[in-house]
């Protein structure tokens, strides 16, 4: 995730947009802090985190079940790796696909 980020933060404004769409669909892993757990409809919740180094806030949906303790955790308590697909991705952010979440 720090190449991606860093490609698209050093380009050309006029070009950020057609390297970020180059990165959709890549798989990319990236580490940082919990910042929000919204519980959704289906056993779901949507999960935000502060990636670091690259100070960008990553999304993702995942199943509630398969991480019972998500919804008790604290923000910016919690260290964890995501691995998932890019759906989308800016300078700032990052939206991923079937993440997988691991706590460290």
């Known amino acids: 995730m720090t190449k991606a980020c860093r490609a698209i933060k050093e380009a050309p404004l006029a ?3 057609n390297i970020a769409k180059a990165l959709i669909g890549l798989t990319v892993t990236c580490l940082g802090l919990i910042a929000s757990v919204t519980p ?3 056993g779901k ?6 990636s670091r ?4 806030d990553v999304y993702f949906e995942v ?10 955790i604290k923000a910016e308590a ?10 989308s991705i ?5 939206q ?9």
Request: net charge negative.
């Open 53 to 56: 180094p690259e100070d960008m």
């Open 15 to 17: 070009q950020q947009d």
């Open 45 to 50: 919740a949507k999960v935000g985190i502060m």
């Open 63 to 72: 199943d509630i079940a398969k991480y019972p303790g998500l919804a008790t």
């Open 96 to 104: 991923l696909l079937s993440a997988e979440l691991v706590f460290l």
């Open 40 to 42: 959704l409809q289906g």
């Open 90 to 94: 800016s300078a700032f952010s990052a």
């Open 78 to 87: 919690a260290h964890v790796q995501v691995t998932g697909r890019v759906a």
